[in-house]
């Protein structure tokens, strides 16, 4: 099997073909052997999401994709407004869709959802000692807070009911977090 010492294309040139909150590219990038290729993504100013954990359970909100076609359960999560830091983006998003504020928001991982045709950063949160308020979803938002213990979130989970990648992962990381007493 071969191996390559440098991993890195070059960017060329680049034409942004659609800019708002999230902006499409296409660049023409230099390739390891020197060929020429198109690379269409997405550009993304990153977002954060948060586990709110309340005892032996935790909150995901209830919201319909359009992308996917259903009505899906996640944790609260947005897209960073500009200039805001991604802690700060994990506060708003957690009042705004849950309406609830967090006594310790800790930072335990980011990733890259999709790097084959996206630049998104997502952060991930726990949110501990939780009080309510109200929430203020965005007017084009519709959202129903679900209270759900750890054990039967893990189930919905295995069956396919629990089916978003950021969720996913904060469940497996609590999980793993709590066997080994590393939280």
């Not at 800019?19 to 954060?48: C, E, P, Q």
């Not at 203020?136 to 039967?152: G, M, R, S, Y």
Request: charged residues 25%; aromatic residues 10%.
């Amino acid at each position: 099997m071969k191996h390559y010492s440098k991993l890195k294309e070059t960017k060329i040139s680049g034409k942004t073909l659609f800019k708002g909150i999230v902006g499409v590219k296409l660049d023409t990038v230099r390739l390891v052997n020197g060929h020429n290729a198109t690379r269409l993504y997405l550009d993304h100013r990153g977002a954060s999401g948060v586990l709110p954990v309340e005892e032996d359970f935790i909150y995901l909100v209830q919201q319909y994709r359009y992308p996917v076609g259903k009505v899906t359960l996640e944790i609260p999560a947005g897209k960073r407004e500009k200039g805001q830091t991604f802690l700060s983006c994990a506060r708003a998003e957690l009042k705004q869709e849950t309406g609830m504020r967090a006594k310790s928001l800790k930072h335990v991982l980011k990733f890259n959802p999709t790097n084959a045709f996206s630049s998104e950063e997502l952060h991930l949160y726990v949110a501990t000692g939780l009080t309510r308020g109200k929430d203020c979803p965005d007017e084009d938002e519709f959202i129903n807070l679900q209270k759900i213990p750890f054990a039967k979130a893990y189930k919905m989970m295995e069956k396919g009911e629990i089916c978003d990648a950021k969720t996913i992962i904060m469940l497996q990381w609590w999980q793993l977090h709590q066997r080994t007493g590393h939280f």
